[in-house]
Structures are given as C-alpha cells and as structure tokens.
C-alpha cells in the first residue's frame, strides 16, 4: 500500500468513527441511538435495531445493525507497531 492509500485508508477510518459517533454512543456496554436513546447489547448485534416509533433514524436501514456497523470499520485499525 501506497503512503497515499495509506492516507487515504486513515482519512476513511477517522470520518467513518466519527459519522458512527454523530448516532451511536457506547455506555456501560450498551449500544445507544443519540436521537432516541433506544438501547442495544452487544449480544444482539445481529437482531435489527429497534428505535422508538418517532426516532428520525428508525426508517434508515442503514442504522439497523450499528454494533455490526462499528466493527467492520474498525477492521480497518492500523495494527501492530508504527508511527
Ligand atoms: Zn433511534
């Protein structure tokens, strides 16, 4: 991999955690929706996410599996060690 894909893999990384973040915030082990403070563990990441009846997210079928959501970007940390 290029410096510039390097790079570029980074800036993906950080602005994906940071998008995850403007949703989802992790608290006492439970996934939780910002907007309607719905309520997730991590053992039912595989069941579809249930926000409350008027949470601005609940349509988004892109907000329904966020534990699964998180750990695929975090696939992409840099591992072992390194600047
Ligand atoms: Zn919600």
């Not at 894909?5 to 994906?16: K, P, T, V, Y």
Request: hydrophobic share 40%.
């Amino acid at each position: 991999m290029s410096a510039h894909e390097r790079d570029a893999a980074r800036q993906r990384l950080n602005e994906g955690v940071q998008a995850w973040t403007d949703r989802w915030r992790v608290v006492n082990g439970l996934l939780i929706c910002v907007k309607c403070g719905t309520r997730q563990r991590p053992s039912e990441a595989n069941v579809p996410f249930a926000h409350s009846i008027t949470c601005a997210l609940r349509d988004d079928l892109a907000y329904r599996q966020p534990w699964l959501e998180l750990a695929d970007l975090l696939l992409d940390l840099p591992a072992g060690a390194g600047a």
